[in-house]
């Protein structure tokens, strides 16, 4: 993937938190994949890690300040913020991003980003009470909505001695975020993503069946998203309102058997599975042919399994990448992570839909992947369509080579 950063100057913006030694390491690796790295480091930054540091990391002058003489090449403030093709801030301070939030530029990370019109990343960590006070969660918000890409932080254990979220995601993911920004078109060339999405039904009779409430916008949003990544992808879809997505093969089925034929025909050469459909566990055991008249009495259906296709494709799975969805209304993680063991996932997305923002209708989602090795990835309420970006990251990461 490295031709994808060859000659992008991407401007690094380093602030006062504990986790600025973790920029040197996205600085080495950006520059070894061939991006040219422009570092911009505030005052309270240069209390943590060196501007020599980057200086030697980067191969470039390292800006320290507005004001100092600058001796290497001759700039005024806003130069930077004309060269960048990318600002990304690892890590940054909820100081920075409440400046931000109030347009603020008193210093030269801030006036380079109030002026550039290049797309502005920030890896926010701090303390995590600091992290969801309303004013820090609020700001976010606002920066968010201003088109600014927030890189979610990572729970676990902070440098400040306690467990929650606020962690600087570690600097490969942070990186893998800018490859693929760089390479939205194309990182996924070549491969074969299959996805299913929406709701299978279980018929009663001609006119009645069994459904859920499954709209189908979190699959569609990963097949749009896998297509605009140059892959080839079959899209089957149970029952969903949504139109076909462009430039994706859609296979409309209704049953969970139909979907699992569907489904069994295109695994073989695929390189990644992705199964957002929420599938009828059951079926009608006798199906009606004809409409079932009402009568008077109490009426019970007689429901048998369904076959489970993701454990199906969990036995049979060779090269590919296997991901499954767990939509919960209760003891989320915890059934995650059977399914994770059964059904032989690469990794799992679990959703809690009882959540203000989160499940089946709604345009957004909040999401834990949770992998094999037992790490836990957070992500606050976000578009569907982020998420799914997030979800194809993963998987470019899990696709074996070529
Ligand atoms: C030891 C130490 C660690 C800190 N860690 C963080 C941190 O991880 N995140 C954060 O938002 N602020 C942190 N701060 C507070 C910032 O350094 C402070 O708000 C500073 O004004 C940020 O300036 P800047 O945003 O211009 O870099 C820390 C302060 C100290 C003394």
Avoid at 61 to 66: A, D, L, R
């Amino acid at each position: 993937m490295a031709e994808y950063l060859a000659g992008k100057n991407i401007v690094l913006g380093v602030t006062g938190g504990i986790a600025a030694y973790k920029a040197v390491e996205v600085a080495s690796r950006l520059r070894k994949l061939g991006a040219e790295v422009h570092v911009i480091m505030t005052r309270a930054a240069q209390e943590f890690v060196t501007e020599l540091t980057f200086r030697e990391i980067s191969g470039n002058p390292v800006n320290t300040g507005m004001w100092e003489k600058v001796l290497h090449w001759n700039v005024e403030h806003i130069a930077l913020a004309r060269l960048a093709d990318l600002v990304l801030v690892v890590p940054a301070t909820a100081n920075l991003v409440a400046k931000l939030a109030a347009g603020m530029a008193d210093d030269m990370l801030t006036t380079t980003i109030l002026a550039t019109q290049a797309p502005v990343f920030l890896a926010p960590a701090m303390n995590s009470n600091m992290y969801t006070n309303p004013v820090t969660q609020e700001n976010l918000e606002k920066l968010k909505a201003r088109g600014m890409r927030i890189l979610p932080p990572a729970s676990g254990h902070l440098a400040c001695g306690i467990d929650g979220v606020g962690r600087l995601p570690e600097p490969v993911e942070i990186v893998s975020c800018v490859k693929a920004h760089f390479s939205a078109v194309c990182s996924l060339r070549g491969r074969k993503i299959l996805v299913t999405a929406g709701g299978t039904i279980a018929p009663i009779d001609p006119v009645r069946f069994l459904g859920n409430r499954s709209s189908g916008k979190m699959g569609y949003r990963i097949a749009e998203e896998a297509a605009k990544r140059g892959a080839e992808v079959v899209l089957v879809s149970g029952v969903s309102a949504l139109p076909d997505p462009e430039g994706v093969r859609t296979v409309r089925v209704e049953t969970t058997e139909e979907m699992r034929s569907a489904v069994l025909q295109d695994f073989p050469d695929a390189d990644a599975v992705i199964k957002a459909a929420a599938v009828a566990d059951y079926r009608v055991k006798h199906v009606s042919e004809q409409k079932i008249k009402k009568s008077d009495g109490e009426w019970t259906i007689e429901l048998e399994r369904n076959p489970d296709i993701l454990y199906e494709l969990g036995r049979m799975k060779k090269h590919q990448v296997l991901v499954g969805f767990a939509a919960e209304t209760q003891n989320l993680m915890e059934y995650a992570k059977k399914k994770l063991e059964k059904k032989n996932l690469d990794f799992i997305v679990a959703n809690d839909v009882t959540m203000p923002g989160a499940g089946f209708r709604g345009e957004t989602n909040i999401a834990r992947l949770m992998f094999r090795d037992g790490k836990v990835e957070e992500h606050p309420l976000m578009k569907k369509a982020e998420l799914a970006a997030i979800i194809l990251d993963r998987v470019e990461e899990i696709l074996p080579c070529g």
